[in-house]
């Protein structure tokens, strides 16, 4: 390997990276660097570095994804179903006006 590898799914592997952060395929490509006589530390290091990123990434996105259920709960619960429109489904998922256009895709798409 001449380059930093990124993180990869290679050979068409849905398999995530093992407890020690890599997967298969990246541990294959670790082994070749080795049997040519190079150390691979660089090389394992940033992978790891780029798995680690993808983690932060992550977990970003899903503390974000909490704090919105936090105040949809909240809201939720401090909602009178005397009080509802009957124009609309439910007022507590109506978030065109609390929220950006980038948050009104559904949960689960964003999850994804």
């Not at 005397?82 to 439910?90: F, I, N, P, S």
Request: hydrophobic letters at 35%.
């Amino acid at each position: 390997m001449t380059t930093p590898p990124k993180p990869s799914r290679a050979c068409g592997s849905s398999a995530p990276p093992s407890p020690r952060g890599l997967t298969l395929a990246e541990i294959h490509d670790v082994l070749e660097v080795r049997a040519s006589g190079r150390a691979p530390c660089r090389d394992v290091t940033a992978l790891l570095k780029a798995h680690l990123d993808q983690v932060e990434q992550r977990i970003s996105e899903l503390e974000h994804g909490r704090a919105t259920l936090h105040d949809r709960h909240a809201r939720a619960a401090a909602t009178d179903p005397a009080k509802c429109r009957a124009d609309r489904v439910c007022s507590i998922l109506d978030t065109t006006s609390r929220e950006p256009a980038s948050l009104r895709a559904p949960f689960a798409t964003r999850l994804a």
